[in-house]
């Protein structure tokens, strides 16, 4: 293949990525116009129509379908050889993009991110934050931090925290008022705070096991949050029971602001992983991630 060939090509993937000339144009370091006839000149070597142009849209037809079905693999390969070939160099550098919960992100992310980065500074990172489960390929992350539980059978997943742990928790002025519940089921008798899930909407099912047995409960009460450092808050303040992970709750419970319920109800789970797909080549950058947060480390 000619290497203007490979180019067209570039060119074309990237616009029908991006579904605009212009942010295309933006991204390549070209103009528009170069662009708009660099993408004519390959559909009329082909001799197809790849792109379907209208005044306000941009998409593919469908032999421009197939033909990014073809190439996004292969560029994906052409790049992972090239930061293969940059291995060699003396300072791992480049970009690392990542999805995470808050949580993740909190709690294991940015504490291997501060021992790291001061080490190497040609290394970037950019983190999204986000609650909901990312598709990392089509939003092109490069990894995703997630619970082991909940992540795809074709990705990698490296275990980068310890088993964790839901605490069902009161202050002690509520149990003295409404008494202190012994099963999932006395839920239904209490002023329980819920979670609404901020990227699905619903409300959280409190989770729950027992001897191999699973249970999930949808409780009830007056006060509905979606942030847990304010149902925190409101569970201190007496307003009434809380579910949510055990280190959200430690420092209170350490001090007696809170208390444990139904504890032998709430055991360990599997803990936070990095995910990404089996077929990525890692970059050196990416590789010394992966080591920074390894669990335990080596």
Request: hydrophobic content about 40%; charged content about 25%.
């Amino acid at each position: 293949m000619q290497r203007e060939h490979l180019s067209d090509l570039n060119a074309f993937l990237t616009v029908a990525e991006e579904g605009s000339f212009t942010r295309a144009a933006a991204k390549l370091g070209t103009s528009q116009s170069a662009l708009s006839q660099t993408v004519r000149r390959l559909e009329a070597r082909l001799g197809v129509r790849l792109l379907a142009r209208t005044t306000r849209s941009l998409s593919p037809t469908e032999a421009g379908e197939r033909l990014l079905a073809a190439l996004r693999p292969a560029m994906e390969d052409i790049a992972a050889g090239l930061a293969s070939a940059t291995a060699l160099r003396e300072k791992p550098s480049g970009t690392i993009r990542l999805t995470s919960s808050e949580h993740a992100a909190h709690t294991i992310l940015w504490p291997a991110l501060e021992r790291l980065l001061p080490q190497y500074p040609d290394i970037k990172v950019e983190v999204s934050v986000d609650s909901g489960f990312a598709d990392i390929v089509a939003e092109r992350f490069d990894a995703g931090i997630r619970l082991g539980e909940s992540i795809a059978k074709d990705m990698i997943a490296v275990r980068i925290g310890p088993d964790l742990c839901m605490a069902a928790v009161a202050s002690p002025a509520y149990l003295a008022r409404m008494g202190t519940p012994l099963t999932p089921h006395d839920l239904a008798q209490h002023d329980c705070i819920n979670l609404r899930q901020t990227t699905r909407g619903g409300l959280y099912a409190w989770e729950f096991e027992k001897d191999g047995r699973e249970l999930n409960v949808r409780v009830e009460g007056r006060l509905t949050l979606n942030n847990m450092g304010l149902i925190r808050k409101a569970a201190v303040a007496g307003m009434g029971l809380a579910m949510g992970m055990d280190d959200h709750m430690q420092r209170e419970i350490a001090s007696g602001q809170l208390v444990r319920v139904l504890e032998d109800w709430c055991p360990p789970f599997a803990g936070y992983h990095l995910y990404y797909p089996s077929r990525r080549q890692p970059s050196p950058a990416f590789s010394l991630l992966v080591e920074a947060l390894r669990h335990p480390p080596r």
